[in-house]
């Protein structure tokens, strides 16, 4: 059967409002039934008081409609009624007695209990029968849990409680007026081990010192909108919890790769429904997208809503998680409903500043609580209920992205799909959303140009509060290598791109379980270029450039340097940025001798960092001035090396020749002069940037003597000697 076909619709419109039909019809029989019941359980009323009044006619009898009316005006006076109420009828009174009402009878009660049980067996199953069944309810706690809503459905029930109980003072129920009430009673209703306490079907007002049988009870406003037909997920869960429709495009095939994994979850969780132990699937993976999108493809496959709860959104006192438990479990038996666990992989407990171990909490949750559960987290957590399931999630491969790209919205052709996938690494939601924004944005190349953009829109989120993004403005005109650095630097451009018809098309990938990833090291002395060649690729290949502040890496508690470190790295694995460590040596350099705990942790910490270099898949630079200072097994793992040496006087020329902006006004400039300033390229362009705001003092143009004060300046900056000969400027005589 087709869920989205309209008749199906119809037809399950018709069902419900028969089944709402044929349940207020119930409850109407139950509530007649409750009413004569605690009528009859109530004492004689008191003779109505005499009021003067004109004779009747010689033999006429005051009539039954006569009597029922002098009731409801009493009834409504006494209880402040704004209403009549219709009650059932009575019998008559007798003439003998005109002032006092009829009792309510045995066989009148028995009569309507009769039209409560065939009303209960005519029809689908009503609520409040459903309700007692799955929560193993017995009849005389089915019955109390009736007097309880019914003083929420019907405002006479608490005054007729307040008679049958013989005190004025108390229009509710209670324990005590239901063990004469109803049949089979049991002192054991109301234990906190029974259902109606421990799934929180009503609430107790014991104020200080009152015996509990005589306190107040009241049903939970859910409990009583589900006994009046209206099932909706529990207000006091629903601030927590996120429906999934909200974070995932239902419409969004899985990819093959994902469907293996769920079906498997699909597989496991049929199996396990209905057994002794809660069924727990945990779902492992970094892209926690994925995770979810499989998630909520299992979920529908069985028939289930599924809601994500963030795990920091778990009480951290024991009662509040508790109160949480048995509300969710209520919940998953009342509605065909799964809850997704989201926790924070990066989570955990390190040095001085303690935080609370999620893990911890989604284990003593799952302890306390039954259902069907996902969690989803980076890493597998051991002991996490007594039954469940790991399964490793990975987002889509590159092959699989690509058909998305061509089936998606934005309809892209075969080789914009294959640019796009050996460039971002992103889920089938990521891409369905990125098509629709660009859906019918023009054709070739402008159509291409707008989803890269969007593409790096997507991805630059988690980076910014991680790293500082740079703005690639430097191009290959604007920077001065050897010809062997240049032709490093443009094959690590052309690898970037050619990547996934390497990996993919021509099997590598399905050799190689590591090191698919490009990783470059830039040695060389400061301002030799390093950063502008990280600049340069970035513009050439249309990335973000994140440069990595160590200051808010590097920690001194430990296990802190390697969480932030994950953090970038599977913040990059997207696709759309590149990483430049400056000042790699602080980070990566040789492990030591291990003297003390100190060592011992510095040295886990480069481990992990050789580790997460050769497992990351994106382009990561690194740059040093102390080649000598980077562990040698860290130096296997690069794909290049890149030497930026000092450059020379023919280069320092040529650095000078494009080192000031079309636009600055220059004068004549001897550059070859110029070059035999032992200056690197980072120097060169602070004396360039100097002069010229000192040409803009003097109201002219940027000159020799204006570069050579500049460059006098640079050389003091840097403490190294002077000879004033170089920085003195004799302007070359004019030939005739």
């Known amino acids: 059967m087709n869920a989205d076909d309209p008749t199906t619709h119809t037809e399950d419109e018709a069902a419900q409002a028969a089944w709402e039909g044929s349940n207020a019809e119930f409850l109407a029989a139950a509530l007649d039934w409750l009413r004569l019941r605690l009528r009859q359980l109530a004492p004689d009323e008191p003779p109505a008081p005499t009021v003067p009044r004109a004779a009747a006619p010689s033999g006429s009898?005051?009539?039954?409609?006569?009597?029922?009316?002098?009731?409801?005006?009493?009834?409504?006076?006494?209880?402040?009624?704004?209403?009549?109420?219709?009650?059932?009828?009575?019998?008559?009174?007798?003439?003998?007695?005109?002032?006092?009402?009829?009792?309510?009878?045995?066989?009148?009660?028995?009569?309507?209990?009769?039209?409560?049980?065939?009303?209960?067996?005519?029809?689908?199953?009503?609520?409040?029968?459903?309700?007692?069944?799955?929560?193993?309810?017995?009849?005389?706690?089915?019955?109390?849990?009736?007097?309880?809503?019914?003083?929420?459905?019907?405002?006479?029930?608490?005054?007729?409680?307040?008679?049958?109980?013989g005190d004025p003072s108390r229009p509710h129920p209670?324990?005590?007026?239901?063990?004469?009430?109803?049949?089979?009673?049991?002192?054991?209703?109301?234990?906190?081990?029974?259902?109606?306490?421990?799934?929180?079907?009503?609430e107790i007002n014991q104020p200080g010192g009152e015996p509990l049988t005589s306190s107040a009870l009241r049903a939970d406003e859910r409990i009583v909108s589900f006994v009046k037909g209206l099932n909706?997920?529990?207000?006091?869960?629903?601030?927590?919890?996120?429906?999934?429709?909200?974070?995932?495009?239902?419409?969004?095939?899985?990819?093959?790769s994902q469907q293996e994994a769920a079906a498997t979850v699909t597989a496991y969780l049929q199996q396990a429904s209905g057994g002794p132990s809660t069924p727990v699937v945990q779902l492992v993976g970094s892209d926690s997208t994925s995770n979810q999108l499989i998630a909520n493809h299992v979920a529908r496959q069985i028939g289930l809503h599924l809601f994500r709860l963030p795990a920091e959104q778990l009480p951290g006192e024991s009662a509040d998680l508790l109160t949480l438990s048995r509300l969710w479990e209520r919940e998953s038996v009342l509605l065909p409903i799964a809850l997704y666990l989201d926790v924070d992989a990066d989570d955990r407990t390190s040095g001085?500043?303690?935080?609370?171990?999620?893990?911890?909490a989604v284990r003593r949750f799952l302890e306390r609580t039954n259902g069907m559960f996902f969690v989803g987290s980076r890493e597998v957590i051991?002991?996490?209920?007594?039954?469940?399931?790991?399964?490793?999630?990975?987002?889509?491969?590159?092959?699989?992205?690509?058909?998305?790209?061509?089936?998606?919205?934005?309809?892209?052709?075969?080789?914009?799909?294959?640019?796009?996938?050996?460039?971002?690494?992103?889920?089938?939601?990521?891409?369905?959303?990125?098509?629709?924004?660009?859906?019918?944005?023009?054709?070739?190349?402008?159509?291409?140009?707008?989803?890269?953009?969007?593409?790096?829109t997507s991805t630059r989120p988690r980076l910014d509060l991680l790293a500082q993004r740079l703005d690639s403005k430097a191009g290959w005109d604007n920077i001065v290598l050897p010809d062997e650095a240049l032709g490093l630097l443009r094959e690590i451009a052309e690898q970037v791109r050619s990547r996934s018809r390497v990996y993919d098309e021509w099997g590598f990938r399905a050799r190689m379980s590591r090191g698919l990833g490009i990783s470059a090291l830039f040695a060389g002395e400061?301002?030799?270029?390093?950063?502008?060649?990280?600049?340069?690729?970035?513009g050439e290949l249309g990335l973000n450039l994140y440069r990595i502040d160590l200051s808010a890496v590097v920690s001194k508690y430990i296990g802190e340097t390697e969480k932030n470190l994950r953090q970038l790295f599977d913040a990059a694995e997207d696709g759309g940025a590149i990483l430049f460590f400056d000042e790699a040596d602080a980070l990566f350099g040789k492990r030591s001798e291990v003297k003390d705990s100190h060592d011992r942790y510095a040295n886990i910490e480069v481990n992990y960092l050789l580790q997460r270099m050769e497992a990351f898949e994106g382009l990561a630079i690194l740059a040093t001035n102390l080649r000598s200072a980077l562990d040698r097994a860290?130096?296997?793992?690069?794909?290049?090396?890149?030497?930026?040496?000092?450059?020379?006087?023919?280069?320092?020329?040529?650095?000078?020749?494009?080192?000031?902006?079309?636009?600055?006004?220059?004068?004549?400039?001897?550059?070859?002069?110029l070059g035999r300033l032992n200056l690197t390229g980072g120097s060169i362009s602070n004396v360039a940037l100097n002069a010229s705001f000192a040409a803009v003092r003097g109201g002219g143009e940027v000159t020799m003597p204006l570069v050579l004060d500049a460059a006098r300046a640079e050389f003091r900056k840097m403490d190294r000697p002077i000879n004033e000969a170089d920085f003195r400027w004799e302007a070359p005589e004019e030939v005739a």
């Not at 209670?174 to 049949?183: C, E, G, H, K, Q």
């Not at 001085?352 to 911890?360: G, I, K, Q, T, V």
């Not at 971002?424 to 629709?436: G, H």
Request: charged share 25%; with cysteine; hydrophobic share 45%.
């Open 382 to 456: 051991p002991q996490l209920g007594t039954s469940g399931i790991a399964v490793d999630v990975a987002k889509p491969l590159p092959i699989e992205q690509r058909r998305a790209w061509e089936a998606g919205p934005a309809a892209l052709d075969a080789a914009d799909a294959e640019v796009l996938a050996g460039q971002f690494n992103l889920d089938v939601a990521t891409i369905d959303a990125v098509s629709r924004r660009v859906a019918g944005s023009g054709e070739g190349g402008a159509r291409l140009a707008r989803v890269w953009r969007a593409c790096l």
């Open 232 to 256: 909706y997920l529990d207000d006091r869960l629903a601030p927590l919890l996120v429906p999934f429709a909200a974070l995932v495009t239902a419409g969004s095939p899985l990819p093959a």
């Open 526 to 538: 400061s301002g030799t270029g390093k950063t502008m060649a990280a600049d340069v690729l970035a």
């Open 352 to 360: 001085e500043h303690p935080e609370r171990d999620l893990r911890s």
């Open 174 to 202: 209670s324990f005590a007026l239901a063990m004469r009430l109803f049949d089979d009673p049991a002192w054991a209703a109301l234990s906190p081990e029974r259902p109606l306490r421990l799934w929180r079907l009503i």
């Open 634 to 673: 860290f130096l296997r793992r690069l794909r290049f090396v890149v030497t930026f040496p000092f450059p020379g006087a023919e280069e320092r020329a040529e650095i000078w020749r494009r080192v000031f902006p079309r636009e600055t006004p220059l004068a004549e400039f001897d550059y070859a002069r």
């Open 61 to 165: 009898q005051p009539t039954s409609e006569s009597t029922m009316a002098r009731r409801r005006r009493r009834w409504r006076r006494e209880s402040g009624a704004s209403a009549p109420i219709a009650l059932p009828a009575v019998t008559p009174v007798s003439s003998a007695d005109p002032g006092q009402p009829a009792r309510v009878t045995d066989a009148e009660v028995a009569a309507a209990f009769e039209r409560l049980e065939r009303a209960r067996e005519a029809g689908p199953t009503p609520a409040l029968q459903m309700l007692a069944e799955r929560l193993d309810l017995t009849r005389f706690e089915e019955q109390l849990l009736l007097l309880c809503a019914a003083s929420d459905l019907d405002t006479s029930i608490g005054w007729l409680c307040s008679r049958a109980s």
